[in-house]
């Protein structure tokens, strides 16, 4: 079964601090995604990452910055942590060629507070 | 940009079954339709997906309409651990997930 891995299921940080939420898949996967989701609002996506070292914007870019390094590790960083970006972030992964088409999985969740 | 249109809500009775709608009327010919679930404290999981005609998978079935502006999944006999909200994402270059349908099942 394909596991992806969040690293914190809780997490609080200060306003202004600079966070980091990583995200580790077992499966080879080329495709990660970061998506934050907010009660009324569902799921909106963040970043996607299709191979090492590329990144794209999803609809809600602003703020954060991405990171992937190794193909099995997706980081998404908050570079000033403000109140407006507490909520809850999904990593997800999924494999073949570029496109949704494949089935995407995803992680619990790191519901993040921000004070 | 990509929209679906759900209920907020559905209620079903175990062992019943439970059609949950999607519209997308903005759909092109060649976007998949996707399905995916959320239980309770956990990440959405996948479901089922298509194109143009009906599939099948162990989890559920899902019918398109022929015009492919909405679809229906279909959950044959619902159970509690049903119990979950329901999306239809779709898109050619990402998939755009709305509010979804929350299912209760009843016992």
């Known amino acids: 079964d394909v596991k992806v891995t969040q690293s914190s299921r809780y997490l609080v940080k200060r306003t202004g601090e600079k966070v980091f939420l990583e995200c580790v898949q077992d499966?080879?996967?080329?495709?990660m995604f970061w998506y934050r989701q907010d009660p009324g609002l569902g799921l909106r996506l963040i970043y996607f990452?299709?191979?090492?070292?590329?990144?794209e914007k999803g609809d809600i870019p602003e703020g954060y910055s991405v990171s992937r390094e190794k193909k099995e590790r997706f980081s998404l960083i908050l570079e000033s942590a403000s109140t407006n970006q507490t909520s809850m972030y999904l990593c997800?992964?999924?494999?073949?060629?570029?496109?949704?088409?494949?089935?995407?999985?995803f992680g619990d969740g790191t519901r993040l507070s921000i004070l | 940009d990509a929209k679906t249109t759900q209920p907020n809500s559905m209620e079903s009775n175990e062992e019943e079954p439970v059609h949950l709608p999607c519209n997308h009327s903005?759909?092109?010919?060649?976007?998949?339709i996707h399905w995916y679930r959320q239980l309770p404290s956990q990440g959405p999981e996948y479901v089922i997906h298509?194109?143009?005609s009906n599939v099948n998978n162990r989890m559920a079935s899902l019918a398109i309409a022929e015009d492919r502006k909405s679809s229906t999944l279909i959950l044959h006999r619902a159970t509690l651990r049903d119990a979950a909200v329901y999306y239809c994402?779709?898109?050619?270059?990402?998939?755009?997930f709305g509010k979804g349908t929350k299912l209760t099942v009843n016992p």
């Open positions: 997800a992964s999924s494999s073949g060629d570029r496109g949704p088409y494949q089935p995407q999985h």
């Open positions: 499966m080879d996967h080329e495709n």
């Open positions: 990452s299709y191979d090492v070292k590329m990144k």
């Open positions: 903005t759909i092109s010919g060649t976007d998949y």
């Open positions: 298509g194109l143009t």
């Open positions: 994402p779709w898109e050619s270059e990402k998939l755009v």
